[in-house]
């Protein structure tokens, strides 16, 4: 399962946020086929959004038939092969970079302070598996 964040400052919409994450974390081999989402109002109490944001991005990844509703049972992962493009993840990427770098430098860490600081969890994670 993937843990859900929406960045009210990226100027994506929250339903958008909520498709891109899904999309990646199939992807990403995250969320496996037959893997049940959390039900809209969960997920939407969790992230403190509007239950028809949630709905929204729900019946959007359906619509894609990347997502299977069962009624009373849950939404489900379905039986499909994402994968993103190149170019798309190279710009969400970018993205990721801009927006943490853009932080860092406003508590005046430099890009060095950055590359030492993803060296050193890069060490830890490896540490740890």
């Not at 359906?62 to 493009?85: C, R, V, Y």
Request: one cysteine or more; proline letters at 3%; aromatic letters at 8%.
């Amino acid at each position: 399962m993937i843990n859900f964040k929406l960045d009210p400052k990226s100027g994506a919409p929250f339903y958008r946020q909520i498709i891109d994450q899904i999309k990646f974390g199939i992807a990403a081999g995250k969320l496996k086929t037959g893997e049940q989402l959390p039900t809209v109002r969960s997920l939407a109490v969790d992230l403190k959004v509007n239950l028809n944001t949630v709905a929204k991005a729900y019946k959007e990844l359906e619509i894609q038939n990347i997502l299977a509703t069962q009624q009373g049972t849950g939404t489900f992962i379905s039986d499909i092969k994402i994968e993103i493009p190149a170019e798309e993840k190279k710009n969400k990427l970018k993205e990721i970079c801009n927006e943490f770098s853009a932080i860092a430098f406003s508590y005046g860490f430099s890009v060095e302070d950055m590359i030492n600081q993803l060296q050193k969890q890069k060490s830890d994670e490896n540490n740890y598996r």
